[in-house]
């Protein structure tokens, strides 16, 4: 069986010289198979240099992998942050979120790490508020104001490919994973993968509800954009499904907006 394209996730560790020796020499290897993989890593490399030569401040907090973990059964509620990078978006401001959590080690064998499925787990969200320069972690339907800082983590659950979409009260549909169109992201597996950027709340009014659209098999973004620009026009749009192709799984998260 043909090993899938090497994901987002893993590249960016192997940029941030975060893997193993053993485990980067196994990713670099899949990287030169793929026509674009070593041009990928290259770009990403360029890329964090030239973040880190525009704001100096942030080259300690750079090196520090962003990861969210459920360890030892208990709950990851409250941990350190560092916040680096800010950059502007259409719907709201977005900065690099860097939490004080160690990555857990990679895992050693045969399977590729985002191939894995974990038995006994569905898909799922999780979402982190700043608070005092700490992550405190949201329950569904806990209360968020115009710009809190918040921080968007997927748990794949080994569902391969996804994607994050959210909908706001004011009907406003927005991508939050990938970056941009296309295919869906290839997911991680193994545990909460917190996304690369942390978003300002707008002052969108009512909610804020993220969903998170997971396949075994590449899909359209659109497929998942579509149906939330369809679901966000509806009265229901804070509790309703999308409606999408049998084969797709949803599950979402909703918070709701305060003054």
Not at 73 to 82: I, K, N, T, Y
Not at 97 to 102: D, G, K, S, T, W
Not at 197 to 209: G, K, N, S, T, V
């Amino acid at each position: 069986m043909m090993e899938t394209r090497v994901p987002d996730w893993l590249l960016e560790r192997l940029a941030q010289g975060e893997l193993p020796d053993a485990e980067a020499a196994r990713v670099r290897g899949r990287l030169d198979t793929e026509a674009d993989g070593p041009a990928r890593l290259d770009a990403l490399i360029r890329a964090n240099e030239a973040i880190l030569a525009d704001h100096p401040a942030a080259l300690m907090g750079a090196s520090i992998r962003a990861r969210l973990r459920l360890r030892d059964g208990r709950e990851a509620r409250r941990r350190p942050l560092v916040w680096a990078v800010a950059a502007a978006s259409p719907i709201a401001a977005a900065v690099a979120l860097l939490l004080l959590i160690p990555a857990d080690p990679p895992a050693t064998g045969e399977a590729p790490l985002d191939e894995i499925r974990l038995k006994g787990m569905e898909p799922g969200l999780q979402i982190h508020r700043s608070r005092s320069g700490e992550a405190e972690v949201l329950p569904p339907g806990a209360e968020v104001r115009a710009h809190d800082l918040i921080q968007l983590s997927y748990t794949a659950a080994g569902r391969p490919y996804g994607a994050i979409v959210s909908i706001d009260g004011g009907g406003a549909v927005t991508l939050h994973h990938p970056a941009a169109g296309g295919s869906a992201a290839t997911l991680s597996a193994g545990g909460a993968v917190p996304l690369p950027r942390a978003y300002e709340l707008d002052d969108a009014p009512r909610f804020e509800r993220f969903i998170l659209i997971t396949s075994s098999a590449p899909f359209a973004v659109e497929t998942a954009l579509a149906a939330a620009r369809s679901l966000a026009a509806d009265p229901a749009a804070d509790r309703e499904p999308l409606q999408l192709p049998e084969e797709l799984e949803q599950t979402s998260i909703l918070v709701r907006k305060t003054p």
